[in-house]
T-cell receptor, first 112, second 115 residues
Framework: KAGVTQTPRYLIKTRGQQVTLSCSPISGHRSVSWYQQTPGQGLQFLFEYFSETQRNKGNFPGRFSGRQFSNSRSEMNVSTLELGDSALYLC???????????FGDGTRLSIL | AQSVTQLGSHVSVSEGALVLLRCNYSSSVPPYLFWYVQYPNQGLQLLLKYTSAATLVKGINGFEAEFKKSETSFHLTKPSAHMSDAAEYFCAVSDGGGATNKLIFGTGTLLAVQP
């Protein structure tokens, strides 16, 4: 069974640009969550999608957005990039709430 | 609000020694608790989960954790450390009071295994 796939693995952007990250969940998983990992703030929840609907959102500015498609694949978008957005962005999928979440290897975003 | 506290950001053990990584949680509802491991340049891998079925939970790679409600703890143990166990370990609680899948993570414990 294929795991969670995130693309791309690495991205380098400059301030002010925007970026889109992609996540393909494990087949059959309808819940997709996104997390930001930084050395200073640790692992922080961005948002969760379930059956194409955003079910919960973390404390991030509106520059961070996401969506989920009918095949459960998800994308997250960050607009007007800032230096502080440099982080590892992790996607996780699960069958539903309280079920174990399975993580991808992440997208490492560097802002110059 | 739920929270997780991991005591000890760095733990060092000798190969073959007992591994004990501490996690305390705060939750107003019965929690769902998880331990994850992260190797360099990789995502998080699930080690084990507690979902109220049994207080002693066995996971992968010889790890286990015991849920102690009276101590609000969910410490991770392994009887004998192996060099391959060197990684960062995260305890997490699911926001069980809500209808979502949000995980709240501790700050992580970096485990070093000395030969």
């Amino acid at each position: 069974k294929a795991g969670v796939t995130q693309t791309p693995r690495y991205l380098i952007k400059t301030r002010g640009q925007q970026v889109t990250l992609s996540c393909s969940p494990i087949s059959g998983h309808r819940s997709v969550s996104w997390y930001q990992q930084t050395p200073g703030q640790g692992l922080q929840f961005l948002f969760e999608y379930f059956s194409e609907t955003q079910r919960n959102k973390g404390n991030f500015p509106g520059r961070f957005s996401g969506r989920q498609f009918s095949n459960s694949r998800s994308e997250m978008n960050v607009s007007t990039l800032e230096l502080g957005d440099s982080a590892l962005y992790l996607c996780a999928s699960s069958l539903d709430r309280h079920q174990p979440q399975h993580f991808g290897d992440g997208t490492r975003l560097s802002i110059l | 609000a739920q929270s997780v506290t991991q005591l000890g950001s760095h733990v060092s053990v000798s190969e073959g020694a007992l591994v004990l990584l501490r996690c305390n949680y705060s939750s107003s509802v019965p929690p769902y608790l998880f331990w994850y491991v992260q190797y360099p340049n990789q995502g998080l891998q699930l080690l084990l989960k507690y979902t109220s079925a049994a207080t002693l939970v066995k996971g992968i790679n010889g790890f286990e954790a015991e849920f102690k409600k009276s101590e609000t703890s969910f410490h991770l143990t392994k009887p004998s450390a192996h060099m391959s166990d060197a990684a960062e370990y995260f305890c997490a609680v699911s926001d069980g009071g809500g209808a979502t899948n949000k995980l709240i993570f501790g700050t992580g414990t970096l485990l070093a295994v000395q030969p």
